[in-house]
């Protein structure tokens, strides 16, 4: 009772946020502010200085505090972590999972992204944590860029450091020195990268995976006429290396790294750390390490990569108020020559900040709502760090989303297909062809048998990490649908995709891959005791079985082969009937009707979950029942959205439920749960303890949007970043990333993320709690749909629930409401004919298509009409009032 009236009181206080929503910079925390940068993009602007400040300590719980912060920089190939401190780390993910530059500076590794000045024997570095006395000028979190500008010395320096938009695998560091004094300076700059790369493998302890000395042995090269630095990796595979002729864990075939100017003139190499950083303090001492670097052929031997960092001296002669530009890009080659990879870049003009910034503008999508201009920037910025995170896969040789966070950039755990699956569904609107290549890439990763993996591992390998969740079909299933029907792209259907192994060489079409997916779902996966599709071990909660199982390690078997999962059988009743749709117009007849006919038999089975005011969750082998007395998100969602499952009045009992139980309690998203006991490794209002997921309440805002509007419009806003920076506004994460799960008010740390630490585990989204997808996708999709855009097997149903005046501008789609009249166009994949239903006005109108009136036709309050769809040709439509 005492919790309840807690939770009541933190609700109503927390019904309204505590700036001002009409503000633009609504949500920026205590540590910036949120602006537009010089290339009309949204940035944030970074000016807590941590070195002094005592609001940037934070704790990571599993590591001691910190006052790093940092954000994600990418491109369609690679992903850094831009840190406040000054330092770059870049990540690879083509054969294997590295930090190819980590920051340990207890061993000299710095990561890399800064460098030092010296004049007349004195040096200042731009790495924060190395000049106290640096007077810092300006530091920016962009969009696929970190900059920062700093003034020592009578000099004022601005680093920035961008990932060029495309697919590169290399950053781009461009340096600006000017001159403040009154007298002529003759400075030389050192740019710095190091080389520490550090293996990342799921579930494997980092202290075990030692490294044999060749896999890390590398040889240095000098390119006099392309001015590159060079660290060439040992090549296994071919004379200039390349990827395994097969599935491997771990790959033993390192990429070669490289550092070249491609603006500046070189006078120096350097690459040997020892010499470098000789100080005492493991610092670089007096600097003779780096003023001796001269123009000469690096020695033959081969170097251990940890003994190795790649430095370039570029002299630069400034007269009073003059300023200078060098630039440089680092990165990796795999399978090709570092002189190859930068001779491309220039020649595309990669190295341009100015060219990445053009095309980041003109893909952004766009949110007007009236009293509300934050949340133009939070769709645009949940864009950027959506397909941004993009990596590629050399096994499967296809680009993807990961989920990143703590999973991926700390442990290792590159998972799972449900989540690569939703990434996808979240950029259908926004940017169709990467959702196109990141749902081949998991049918890539597709058994014959239609199973598919849980995470990627090494270099086309799976089933270290033990899951076999029983989900996975049905999120490929669900995404490629609404891909399919969103953008009317029918042709990728008939696209041949391989099965895994790819050394096998059997493929199929696109439709094939998810006709297999359906007979594995029925088939492999099937229906348990309780008439319910099972469990096998976990469903969409990693931890499902453990929950329902309790510590009987019987069940917890029996449970893996027996359970059932009433979320899957609700997934199932929604998504398999726009299956059959699907399949049916595709001329599959016969699927068709074994997915309807599936789901008629589910149907008593789910409706029998029914516990008066909500569904339970599972059921354990041995018939222990979870969720039975207290609400789950998770498994309400789906047979809301199927809208086959419940009787009205259920419906309303449920909606009731969800607003009083998960809704109300919560000054951020609904929570995942209505309990607070907590777990064994679960404190209460954490994780599935009444935490709230961004992954559920993404669909649980489409599922509000069909029954209660206004719920589901401040659900968006409560489920933004920005709601959460403003009433949090001390907590760092969750102003420009966030981790896969929120604290609600009910924890005793609200606003942070969770974290496991006990003898046997130490495991925490707070350690790294930015850089997940999740925090992102979720919102831009749920956006897409709330603005009106529900597809169909025939077009499109518009039905906006955002209130009053607005417009959605997307790449495929635009909707715009003025005055209660809706217009809008559409910029499709494919041909044909697409039928548009929206809510026929209560005065009487004309409906024009590109500028043209048209017939429609009227049924139960709803207007329809057609559009003809050319390929990737924008058609308007308009519904206008009669004069």
């Given amino acids: 009772m005492i919790t309840a009236v807690f939770l009541c ?40 200085d941590e070195r002094t400040e005592p609001g940037a300590e934070w704790d990571p719980k599993v590591k001691p505090v910190s006052r790093l912060m940092w954000t994600q920089i990418g491109n369609e190939r690679i992903n850094a972590a831009a840190f406040n401190a000054g330092f770059v780390e870049l990540f690879y993910s083509e054969a294997g999972t590295y930090w190819l530059n980590d920051y340990e500076p207890g061993e000299c590794a710095f990561a ?24 810092i000028l300006r530091r920016v979190f962009g969009m696929g860029y970190f900059e920062k500008e700093l003034e020592t010395g009578e000099l004022r320096v601005r680093e920035l450091v961008f990932a060029p938009r495309g697919d590169w695998p290399a950053l ?97 190499i350097g690459y040997d750390q020892a010499r470098i950083f000789s100080g005492a303090d493991g610092w670089i001492g007096d600097g003779a390490g780096l003023r001796g670097l001269e123009l000469s052929e690096p020695n033959n ?69 009236p009293g509300s201009p934050w949340m133009d920037r939070e769709l645009k910025w949940d864009y950027y760090a959506t397909s941004s995170a993009s990596l590629y896969d050399g096994y499967y040789q296809r680009h993807y989303v990961p989920q990143g966070g703590h999973y991926l950039y700390v442990a290792g755990t590159n998972g799972a297909t449900r989540d690569v699956a939703a990434f996808a569904q979240s950029l259908i609107y926004y940017r169709p062809e990467q959702a196109r290549e990141i749902l081949e890439f998991i049918m890539r990763s597709q058994e014959p048998s239609g199973r598919l993996f849980y995470d990627l591992e090494g270099y086309g390998h799976r089933y270290l990490v033990p899951y076999r969740p029983s989900d996975l079909d049905l999120w490929l299933l669900n ?3 609404e891909y399919v029907f969103a953008t009317r792209d029918f042709d990728f259907l008939d696209l041949e995709v391989p ?37 096998k071990f976990h469903d969409w909660n990693d931890e499902m079985v453990f929950l329902v199982c309790g510590p009987n390690p019987v069940d917890i078997l029996l449970t893996a082969r027996d359970g059932g999962s009433t979320m899957n059988s609700g997934m199932a009743a929604e998504i398999l009937p726009r299956f059959a749709e699907l399949a049916e117009m595709h001329g599959d007849a016969e699927s068709a009707a074994r997915a309807r006919v599936w789901v008629e038999q589910l149907l008593p089975a789910l409706q029998a979950q029914w516990r008066g005011r909500y569904f339970n969750r599972a059921y354990s082998a041995f018939g222990k029942e979870y969720g039975a007395d207290y609400i789950h998100l998770e498994s309400q969602i789906w047979p809301l959205l199927a809208g086959n499952v419940l009787t009205e009045e259920q419906t309303r009992i449920l909606l009731e439920e969800i607003k009083t139980k998960l809704m109300d309690p919560s000054v951020l998203g609904m929570t995942i749960s209505s309990t607070l006991a907590g777990q064994m490794f679960t404190k209460p209002g954490e994780q599935e303890e009444g935490g709230i997921w961004p992954a559920m309440n993404g669909p649980a805002m489409v599922a509000l949007a069909r029954y209660r509007p206004d719920w589901a419009w401040q659900q968006l806003k409560q489920n933004a970043l920005a709601w959460h920076a403003d009433l949090y506004p001390k907590i760092w994460f969750g102003i420009w990333g966030g981790p896969d799960a929120w604290n609600s008010a009910a924890s005793a740390r609200p606003g942070e993320t969770w974290f496991v630490q006990n003898p046997l585990l130490a495991l925490a989204a ?10 992102h996708s979720e919102w831009l999709w749920a956006a897409a749909r709330i603005a009106g855009l529900n597809p169909t097997a025939q077009g499109y149903v518009i039905d906006p629930v955002i209130p009053g005046d607005f417009a959605f501008v997307s790449e495929i789609a635009k909707i715009e409401s003025q005055g209660g009249w809706l217009r809008g166009s559409f910029r499709l994949r494919g041909e044909g004919r697409l039928c548009v239903t929206l809510r026929e006005p209560r005065s009487a109108y004309t409906v024009m298509v590109d500028e043209k009136p048209v017939e429609s036709v009227t049924q139960n309050d709803w207007i329809s009409f057609d559009l003809p769809a050319s390929k990737n040709q924008k058609i308007t439509w308009q519904i206008l009032p009669k004069p």
């Fill in 112 to 135: 890399g992204g800064f460098g030092w000045i010296e004049e007349d024997g004195r040096f200042f570095s731009t790495l924060l944590t190395h000049n106290p006395d640096a007077k």
């Fill in 172 to 268: 781009v560091a461009e340096v600006t020195i000017e001159n403040l004094s009154e007298r002529e300076r003759d400075l030389d700059w050192f740019e710095y990268w190091d080389l520490n790369p550090k293996e990342l493998l799921g579930f494997v302890p980092p202290a075990l995976l030692s490294q044999a000395a060749e896999r890390k042995a590398f040889q240095m090269r000098f390119h006099a006429a392309q001015r590159l630095l060079a660290a060439e990796s040992k090549k296994i595979w071919g004379p200039e290396g390349g990827f395994p002729p097969g599935p491997r864990l771990r790959d033993p075939e390192l990429p070669s790294y490289f550092l070249a100017q491609v603006e500046g003139e070189v006078a120096g």
């Fill in 766 to 775: 707070q350690e790294w709690p930015v850089m997940n997808t999740h925090a």
């Fill in 499 to 535: 099965f895994y192994p790819k050394e096998k060489r059997e493929s199929g079409t696109v439709y094939e891959h998810l006709r297999r997916s359906f007979i594995h779902l029925k088939e492999n996966v099937g229906i348990g005791k309780h008439g319910l599709v099972k469990l």
């Fill in 9 to 48: 009181l933190i609700s109503a206080a927390g019904l309204h946020p505590k700036g001002l929503e009409s503000d633009p910079a609504f949500g920026s925390g205590i540590f910036g502010q949120w602006t537009t940068d010089r290339f009309g993009l949204p940035a944030y602007l970074y000016t807590m």
């Fill in 479 to 481: 995404a490629v649908v």
């Fill in 301 to 369: 031997r081969r170097w251990s990569a940890e003994a190795l960092c790649l430095v370039l001296r570029s002299p630069a002669k400034l007269k009073p108020g003059e300023a200078k530009t060098l630039r440089f890009l680092f990165g990796y080659a795999k399978g090709k020559q570092p002189e190859a990879m930068v001779a491309a870049m220039r020649a595309a003009g990669a190295d341009q900040i100015a060219a990445t910034a053009a095309l980041w503008r003109e893909e952004l999508p766009a949110l007007s709502v």
